[in-house]
């Protein structure tokens, strides 16, 4: 008999899509995020900058190379920053917004816009707010419906996970975000005792999604559609896997 999934918030978990699902394309292109989707991804991840003139921008470094010097997207307008980088407004319109939406605020000026963003497309609750300062973060509780999450690493929290934990319940974080390779079962348990999501990051193979899955994680994220929808599936129906270790093409059609 196959053992029994620990407890989870959310059955199945959601999957990510990192940058977009950057092994199928460009990083936070508008592309990449519709492709993601089509592969049956039910949620994007994005990084955000805010530029000078006030727009969310969706890029990993947020730097523009001017005169031979690498500057901030806040030292530009959007128009400067050029076409190929998408605001989150062009996300919603190009993909709509039945999906779960985790946004890297890379700059925490942009927290506002990005809100203000998802509530206009009437996405607001299925946004999910990271950044490795919960305790900024905990500031924007009172004023939106969007998720708030820690992104941090074990080793980071000095006081314990357990009273990580009791901390982020008690100022209203939602999740806490961790590499893979430090989620136990044990760990997600007692971060779900206090009714708190667990969130796992840097999920690149079937295995791995398979065996967050079985600890109980809420969502995980990988740069591969393909194989974490893999690793999700169901026990009882294994996916077939190619030698690469992504799923079959058969299973895709």
């Known amino acids: 008999m196959l053992p029994q999934p620990l407890p989870s918030l959310r059955t199945p978990p959601i999957t990510f899509a990192h940058r977009g699902g950057r092994a199928h394309g460009p990083d936070n292109a508008l592309e990449t995020f519709a492709l993601a989707l089509d592969l049956g991804a039910t949620?994007?991840?994005?990084?955000?900058?805010?530029?000078?003139?006030?727009?969310?921008?969706l890029d990993h470094d947020g730097v523009v190379w001017h005169r031979g010097v690498r500057r901030p997207f806040s030292s530009f307008t959007r128009e400067r920053i050029g076409p190929d980088i998408g605001t989150l407004a062009d996300m919603y319109q190009s993909?709509?917004?039945?999906?779960?939406?985790?946004?890297?605020?890379?700059?925490?000026?942009?927290?506002?816009?990005?809100?203000?963003?998802?509530?206009?497309?009437?996405?607001?609750?299925?946004?999910w707010l990271c950044h490795a300062d919960w305790e900024l973060l905990a500031e924007l509780r009172n004023r939106t419906t969007?998720?708030?999450?820690?992104?941090?690493?074990?080793?980071?929290?000095?006081?314990?996970?357990?009273?990580?934990?009791?901390?982020?319940?008690?100022?209203?974080?939602?999740?806490?975000?961790l590499p893979a390779k430090d989620w136990t079962g044990g760990l997600a348990a007692l971060f779900h005792r206090f009714e708190r999501h667990c969130f796992g990051w840097d999920v690149q193979h079937i295995r791995l999604a398979a065996a967050l899955r079985d600890m109980g994680l809420d969502g995980l994220y990988g740069d591969h559609v393909d194989r974490l929808l893999a690793g999700v599936i169901s026990p009882s129906e294994p996916a077939e896997t190619a030698p690469d270790g992504d799923i079959c093409e058969a299973q895709l059609a």
């Open 43 to 57: 949620g994007l991840e994005t990084d955000v900058w805010m530029s000078r003139d006030g727009h969310p921008m």
């Open 95 to 127: 993909c709509g917004t039945d999906f779960e939406l985790s946004v890297d605020l890379k700059d925490p000026a942009a927290a506002d816009a990005v809100i203000e963003a998802a509530r206009s497309a009437g996405a607001e609750d299925r946004l």
């Open 146 to 177: 969007a998720h708030i999450v820690d992104s941090t690493r074990v080793r980071r929290m000095k006081e314990g996970p357990e009273r990580r934990a009791a901390a982020m319940a008690d100022s209203g974080i939602d999740a806490v975000n």
